[in-house]
């Protein structure tokens, strides 16, 4: 059974950073693209990063560009998301998920929250 | 970046009607549009991709429909864990962008 489950969300001034971890199991993990999507409280998804299986490959939501870093460790079946200069804006419920190779995304976390607040 | 417009936002049926959920993107995305369900406490769900390809588990009761612009999502016989929260997103080119979601209630 594939699972993802997300860790290291909490609150957290703004300016601060923080990382996220996302731990899978139940698949080949290095043979999946990965990515982050959030979701802030009562609005919609949001698109925030992606990372190819060997890592060759990252792409950034634009909202969130120069300040978060998607990487990945194979050994370790594990996603990270490091964010810094948090902002009020970046407050979500933030989902790991896996890519299928048509672009569609076939498996989900539960979602992580990360609070930003002063 | 594609935008997506999802209507309506909120839909109210009884169990055992039809419903159907659309999503429009702002230039053609040929055929490659997915659709989710989402609800508290569970792991989102993909539901389709493809425009109509059912990923393997998902009801034969769902459909999904369109290519180019405009797609539809129908739910025939709602069953009553078919409540909840619907998203369409692109998945025809970077940044994947989402529809703003259509609540689906009980009547």
């Known amino acids: 059974e594939v699972q993802l489950v997300e860790s290291g969300g909490g609150l957290v001034q703004p300016g601060r950073s923080l990382k996220l971890s996302c731990v899978a199991s139940?698949?080949?993990?290095?043979?999946?693209?990965m990515n982050w999507i959030r979701q802030a409280p009562g609005k919609g998804l949001e698109w925030v990063a992606y990372?190819?299986?060997?890592?060759?490959?990252?792409y950034y939501a634009e909202t969130v560009k120069g300040r978060f870093t998607i990487s990945r460790d194979n050994a370790k079946n594990t996603l990270y998301l490091q964010m810094t200069s948090l902002r009020s804006e970046d407050t979500a419920l933030y989902y790991c998920?896996?890519?299928?190779?048509?672009?569609?995304?076939?498996?989900w976390g539960q979602g992580v929250m990360v609070t930003v607040s002063s | 970046d594609v935008q997506m417009t999802q209507s309506p936002s909120n839909l109210a049926a009884s169990p055992g009607e039809s419903v159907s959920i659309n999503c429009k993107a702002s230039?053609?995305?040929?055929?490659?549009l997915a659709w989710y369900q989402q609800k508290p406490g569970k792991a989102n769900k993909l539901l389709i991709y493809?425009?109509?390809t059912l990923q393997s588990g998902t009801p034969s009761r769902f459909s999904g429909s369109g290519s180019g612009t405009d797609f539809t999502l129908t739910i025939r016989n709602l069953e009553p864990e078919d409540f909840g929260l619907y998203y369409c997103?692109?998945?025809?080119?970077?940044?994947?962008?989402f529809g703003s979601g259509t609540k689906l209630e009980i009547k």
């Open positions: 998920a896996r890519l299928e190779l048509g672009g569609y995304f076939d498996y």
């Open positions: 139940g698949f080949t993990f290095s043979n999946y693209g």
């Open positions: 990372i190819s299986s060997g890592s060759s490959y990252i």
């Open positions: 230039k053609s995305i040929s055929k490659y």
């Open positions: 493809s425009g109509s």
């Open positions: 997103q692109q998945h025809n080119e970077y940044p994947f962008t």
